[in-house]
């Protein structure tokens, strides 16, 4: 491997922060993206933050499979607020700016909510596994202590993998354009601005995302592909509509969120287009929160039926 000739340290030590261009592109839709990410952004953390709320409130709702939703609400609440708040400030001050520190923060954050993430989605597909195909061990299986012990590895596995990587990636030397044309501090567009040899760091996103995104994939795959055979067992097609209601709403999640972060990360790097890239990332770091209270509020009648309490509560109280 030819090592690229590092610049000299003066070049290193001006760079001490990055440009965000985001929709730079399109200069007379910003206060139009301004509004539209502002209502998105409001809509996540009020139907995130409900289901939180009725999860934790309606004892109907005590049940594994809705504290694992509970988490995942709370969680994409946290993921969504490592990037829209500076891609909101970014519109509407016209100031692209951040720091390198800050930078680095925001993509850190950023990973470690993601590999949190997928990690959840594969416990809350063993959790309909156990459910589905050992439903008289399910209780036993799928104890409290078990759901902590679950909900708290999901947390903190990726927390020092995150760090560590995202100090790998700032430890090269930027001395390229300053200019990241993404909305937010993204592995792909970072490593662009890199002038050092970037294999060790291309190949470490590779590991990253094979351990947090394949592996818990091919274990959701894996889970669903039992789950499938055990419904189409069934004997009455109204147990099979039942279960399968139950299952496609997280099987909706999963197809998009993991969908779109295998073809962003796991693609070779010279496919990589920015265009495609930062719609990719819209999918997975906005729209997949976004529609998720959405897919499992409207497609589950205990959550329906919990909100309606709630409403009316709240109704009779005022």
Known sequence: MNHQEKPPEDNLTELVEFVLLGFADTPHLQWFLFGLFLIIYIIILMSNGTIFLITKMDPSLQSPMYFFLAN???????????????????????????????????MCFVLIFGGTECLLLAVMAYDRYVAICNPLHYPLVMNHKVCIQLV????????????????????????????????????????????????????????????????????????????????????????????????????????????????????????????????????????????NPMIYSLRNKDVMIALKKLLLKNELNI
């Open 72 to 106: 995942f609400s709370f969680l994409e609440v946290c993921y969504v607020s490592a990037t829209l708040p500076r891609m909101l400030m970014n519109l509407g001050t016209q100031r692209r700016r951040i720091s390198l520190v800050a930078c680095a923060t925001q």
């Open 152 to 291: 708290t590895g999901s947390w903190t596995t990726g927390i020092p993998v995150m760090i560590g990587h995202t100090y790998q990636i700032f430890s090269l030397p930027f001395c390229r354009s300053k200019q990241i044309n993404h909305f937010f501090c993204d592995i792909p567009p970072i490593l662009k601005l890199a002038c050092g040899d970037t294999f060790v760091n291309e190949m470490l996103v590779y590991t990253v995302a094979v351990l947090f995104v394949m592996v818990p994939f091919l274990l959701i795959l894996g889970s669903y592909s039992k789950i499938i055979s055990i419904i189409l067992k069934l004997p009455s097609a109204t147990s099979r509509a039942k279960a399968f209601s139950t299952c496609s709403s997280h099987l909706m999640v999963v197809v998009v969120f993991f969908g779109s972060g295998i073809i962003t990360y796991l693609r070779p790097n010279t496919r990589h287009s920015e265009g495609i890239d930062k719609m990719l990332s819209l999918f997975y770091t906005i729209l997949t929160p976004m529609f």
